[in-house]
């Protein structure tokens, strides 16, 4: 039985230069990940916006505010002088619900089902502005009942 061994140069194509850092490099090689910038903060933007107008509707009033980024609607509304309903400050307790009527918010510290938040419903102690946003104060009643339903389904 006759053996064949086989020699397998590798050499670096002289058209080819590693250039880790240059667009030409990365064009090379779709497939490669992105690096990132990566910030602190997730709710910092790179654009530059620093806040929202965000109109809270309570006891038949409507106030306009501006939300910066870094701040919950329900802070801002305090510091303003506004008397809205609010207890554990933390996304559990429910007690500062208000409905969306338009706009988004980042509410993903608090405890509200996908479903809830679906249908239009925030926690303002939890809830960072994403857009200009127009929010109803609702009692407390309607959202929990809404949130017991959903758990059961
Ligand atoms: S104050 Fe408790 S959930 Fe907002």
Redesign the pocket.
């Known amino acids: 039985m006759a053996t064949t061994l086989h020699t397998l140069h590798l050499t670096t194509s002289p058209s080819f230069k590693s250039q880790p850092n240059s667009k030409k490099f990365q064009n090379l090689h779709p497939n490669t990940p992105q690096l990132k910038p990566h910030f602190s903060s997730r709710r910092l933007s790179s654009t530059s916006i620093n806040a929202y107008k965000v109109v809270i509707e309570h006891n038949n009033k409507s106030t306009e505010l501006e939300v910066e980024l870094d701040e919950t609607i329900?802070s801002k509304a305090l510091d303003s002088g506004l008397e809205v309903?609010?207890?554990?400050?933390?996304?559990?307790?429910?007690?500062?619900?208000a409905r969306l009527l338009d706009g988004k918010v980042d509410q993903s510290d608090?405890?509200l089902s996908d479903d809830v938040i679906e249908r239009g419903y925030a926690?303002?102690?939890?809830s960072y502005p994403k857009s200009d946003c127009h929010v109803r104060i609702i009692p407390e009643e309607e959202l929990l009942s809404l949130q017991l339903a959903t758990a059961n389904d």
């Open positions: 329900l309903p609010y207890d554990c400050n933390l996304g559990v307790c429910m007690t500062c619900p608090g405890m926690l303002m102690c939890v």
